[in-house]
């Protein structure tokens, strides 16, 4: 009996291995497929600041304004737009064509609850909401912001391309509480999200919104047209660097929006891919907790900043000279208030001068706790490397390694050390948190109630202050240089260095990526 | 056997209130905190705390516990923290991948292990039995990644046989759903082949010189026969055994093939879940992994009573 099942058996696995044989890559040119930077779980881009919520928030919404390459702000759903000559009260006039995705068109009613929804959580927003005194639809298409204080920087807010942007909802859904996530993800943007097809770890699927009315403009950053050449577009959710690597080698997927750096150099030898780099560099530094002893004192918090050794600390992360550089600004280097005026610190290691801060400041030699988030590839080289160079500096660490949520648990902890509480951790941001101080979340010196770490500084509060009243250009550029002091006067944090973060796509195949300050996915074309 | 069906079913229900507990307890107690990955890295500590409130997470143990329980008498496993879907519907988009790769991989194994188990039995200290015992030394020996990756550089990349990543579901197409199923199957299947031979081996060896063998080859029984019909089947319950092991871990602990080859299974949902301390998501996963071992291990055991009809419950 088996000896008359084998023939079958043999001829039936051929046929199966024939008509299953080469794998082909994924040629349809209407359907872009690309790996996000990071896997998609929350679908509220007010309700998280997590990158990849805000890359699908450009997706499926639009905004009042945008912000091009220059970092120049422009108009977006706006049409007109005027202010009072003492800048207290502003009208905005929306353009024609702007509807919803289930047709019904957009008006002031959605765009004044989106953005009182945003700015109940986003920094900016908040401090923009503090200076409104009211606002009022004037009809369908224009609305009044009227405030009760100065406040210089309302186009930078509504243009705010870090997180959390003011992406413009229908009213039902901008009408959610902010402490709650939405549930409905009608947009106005270029692209539908379809929620039917969501499968989260797995895949997220846009498709193109032919209704959208991109403007006439050349697109550039989240300005311009956002003009729309694919049918679909994929969020492949791959996890694994390898894997990415494969899926796009084998071109099962088109691109990939932030390439692995352990394996940009094999990509990049390959004559297949091709690298992009439409997003500015992001970079790192290092933060201290000046609630509790010693980073309580500037001296030892100047003492640790003149430890940091650049060049050191981004090489053993990043390995290949291409995906770093140094750069001592607090801002990103080249952008608009960017200086080399960084007082003490040269980004090159001064040790003999911080064991002569530590001495002068009283340092007792507690060990200080340095959190390394050991499951995080894009950060745990960071900390060991900084761990030897405050011990060359005159430090007594300790290096605790965790995993990443437990390393965000316990920044949160304002205890002693000996109760749970940390001294120091390493963290990335992109240039559009960085590039402009009051959209920088770290920057706070109002103590328990600023960021982690909870510095007190007034006067950096203060010069914050300025810096947001002012509509001088040349006063904001004075403002900054002097924050950018302060801020190592203080001892607030340090810059560790800028990396490149390197889109990965399929050469021929993919265009027209957008040189933006946040990953933007219009103007793609699939050839 | 209505009676072990019974029983079975009744000591189900204190191994889940025992789960339920020990898995509620360490979540809360380990180190981490839903809230601060909610929030992100640009949040802050008000941020924090009132996404803890929103969650009832600042309430004391036994009330969230109390909660918890009372939402699952009433059936509700909860909704993930972040992702605003129901815990059940979350799993049941990954149970057909792990499924189907589970099936896969077993029928992969049973079809290669048993009978390269009984060949190294027959063939007892021969050449033939150090070289497959060598081999399956090899395939518990090679982490699965590595097997993994070499697989896809070889017939995915090198070849283009098959693709490197991804699943079909099978509503979308059997060729596609099998297609993508072959390589991370066989990489799995390769640590099962080498467990399972062992067993197999070392099974029909000992069953191999008992009487009843000596008995049917006197009687001129076929070796073929022999080896099969009367080792291989009083061999069975170890093997059946091992097997049932087995099927339980490929349910719950292939994470990392699902990880090379991103198939979106319930592995990796597990760990997704606990590296974002996603609380409701791990308890229901723990609690559904629960019930499986338990009927896992009933279907085991009702095997006996097929494979061996001395076995009476």
Same mark, same amino acid.
């Given at each position: ?40 779980? &929350? ?49 905005? =006039? ?41 606002? %009022? ?14 406040? $210089? ?19 039902? &859904? ?22 039917? %097809? ?26 311009? $047209?956002?003009? &729309? ?36 150099? =094999? ?74 005026? =960084? ?50 500096? $005159? ?52 103590? %328990? ?11 950096? %509060? ?24 302060? &801020? ?40 | ?5 019974? @029983? ?19 979540? @809360? ?64 988009? #990954? ?40 081999? /399956? ?31 079909? #579901? ?18 799995? /299947? ?23 063998? @000596? ?9 073929? @026969? ?50 974002? #301390? ?11 992994? /629960? ?23």
């Amino acid at each position: 009996m088996f000896k008359k099942a084998i023939k079958p058996l043999i001829a039936g696995i051929m046929l199966t291995a024939a008509s299953m044989a080469f794998a082909a890559p994924n040629s349809d040119k209407n359907v872009l497929r690309m790996v996000p930077q990071a896997d998609l779980k &929350v679908l509220d881009p007010i309700w998280t600041t997590a990158f990849v919520t805000r890359d699908h928030g450009y997706m499926i919404y639009d905004t009042l304004f945008g912000v091009d390459v220059k970092g120049d702000v422009h108009p977006q759903m706006v049409d007109t737009y005027s202010k009072s000559p003492d800048g207290m009260k502003w009208t905005f =006039t929306l353009r024609d064509g702007l509807a919803w995705h289930d047709g019904k068109p957009v008006t002031t009613k959605d765009v004044i609850p989106s953005l009182k929804r945003w700015g109940q959580r986003d920094g900016l927003g908040q401090k923009m909401l503090a200076a409104v005194d009211k606002f %009022e639809a004037v009809d369908d298409k224009t609305f009044t912001i009227t405030f009760k204080k100065p406040f $210089g920087m309302v186009l930078e807010a509504l243009s705010k391309p870090a997180s959390s942007p003011p992406f413009i909802m229908p009213e039902r &859904v901008a009408n959610t509480p902010a402490n709650q996530q939405i549930s409905d993800y009608t947009g106005s943007g270029p692209y539908i999200f379809k929620k039917d %097809e969501f499968r989260p770890g797995e895949k997220v699927v846009y498709v193109k919104n032919t209704k959208y009315v991109p403007r006439k403009e050349a697109p550039s950053g989240t300005a311009g $047209g956002k003009n &729309v050449y694919v049918d679909r577009v994929e969020w492949i959710i791959l996890k694994d660097g390898q894997t990415q690597a494969n899926a796009l080698i084998n071109g099962e997927v088109d691109m990939l929006s932030w390439t692995p750096p352990e394996q940009y150099a =094999t990509l990049k030898a390959n004559p297949k891919i091709q690298m992009l780099s439409p997003v500015p560099k992001g970079s790192y530094a290092m933060h201290l907790n000046h609630l509790i002893p010693p980073f309580n004192n500037p001296k030892i918090s100047q003492a640790a900043i003149m430890s940091i050794n650049q060049l050191a600390l981004m090489r053993a992360q990043l390995v290949n000279k291409d995906l770093y550089n140094t750069c001592t600004s607090i801002y990103p280097c080249g952008s608009t208030y960017a200086t080399d005026k =960084t007082s003490y610190f040269t980004g090159k290691p001064q040790f003999e001068k911080a064991k002569a801060l530590l001495k002068e400041a009283g340092y007792d030699g507690t060990p200080i706790v340095l959190m390394n988030p050991s499951d995080f590839t894009l950060l745990n080289k960071f900390p060991v490397v900084l761990a030897q160079l405050l011990r060359q500096g $005159g430090f007594k660490v300790d290096l605790v390694s965790m995993d990443w949520p437990s390393l965000l648990a316990r920044r949160a902890k304002k205890d002693p050390v000996d109760k749970g509480g940390w001294n120091i951790f390493v963290t990335g941001w992109g240039a559009s948190d960085t590039m402009n101080p009051l959209f920088f979340a770290p920057m706070t010196g109002n103590g %328990e109630k600023g960021w982690f770490g909870w510095a007190t500084d007034p006067k950096l %509060e203060d010069l914050k202050g300025q810096f947001l009243a002012t509509m001088d250009p040349v006063k904001r550029k004075e403002l900054a240089q002097a924050i950018q002091t302060e &801020v190592f006067d203080y001892g607030l944090y340090a810059p560790l260095g800028e990396s490149t973060n390197f889109t990965a796509v399929r050469k021929g195949v993919v265009s027209g990526l957008v040189d933006s300050p946040v990953s933007v996915f219009w103007n793609i074309k699939k050839n | 056997m209505f009676v072990l069906l019974a @029983r079975r079913i009744l000591a189900t229900v204190p191994v889940l209130v025992i789960v339920a507990l020990i898995v509620f307890l360490m979540l @809360r107690l380990a180190p981490g905190d839903p809230a601060a990955v909610i929030v992100g890295n640009s949040g802050t500590s008000a941020d924090i705390a009132r996404v803890r409130a929103q969650l009832g997470l600042d309430a004391s143990l036994p009330v969230q516990f109390a909660h918890w329980v009372g939402q699952l008498a009433h059936g509700n496993l909860g909704e993930s923290y972040f992702m605003k879907m129901k815990v059940t519907d979350l799993i049941a988009q #990954r149970i057909e991948p792990t499924v189907s790769l589970s099936a896969l991989t077993l029928v992969i194994t049973i079809l290669l292990a048993i009978p390269l188990g009984v060949v190294a039995a027959w063939r007892h200290g021969g050449w033939l039995d150090r070289l497959l015992m060598g081999f /399956s030394v090899l395939g518990f020996s090679i982490p699965s990644f590595v097997i993994g990756y070499l697989m896809i550089w070889a017939f995915a990349l090198h070849w283009h046989w098959f693709p490197t990543q991804g699943y079909v #579901r099978f509503n979308d197409g059997f060729w596609g759903w099998l297609h993508h199923l072959v390589l991370p199957a066989i990489t799995l /299947s390769i640590i099962y082949v080498a467990l399972i031979a062992r067993v197999t081996r070392a099974a029909v060896a000992e069953a191999l010189t008992e009487d009843y063998i @000596r008995t049917a080859r006197a009687k001129g029984v076929s070796e073929l @026969r022999v080896l099969l019909r009367h080792a291989l089947a009083n061999a069975a319950i170890p093997i059946a055994t091992v097997i049932g092991i087995g099927v339980a871990l490929l349910i719950g602990g292939v994470v990392v093939t699902e990880t090379v080859f991103a198939i979106p299974g319930l592995g990796q949902l597990t760990v997704d879940a606990v590296l974002s #301390r996603d609380f409701p998501l791990i308890q229901a996963i723990t609690l559904f992994f /629960s019930v499986i071992y338990v009927i896992i291990n009933l279907l085991v055991d009702l095997s006996y009573l097929v494979l061996d009809p001395r076995v009476r419950y």
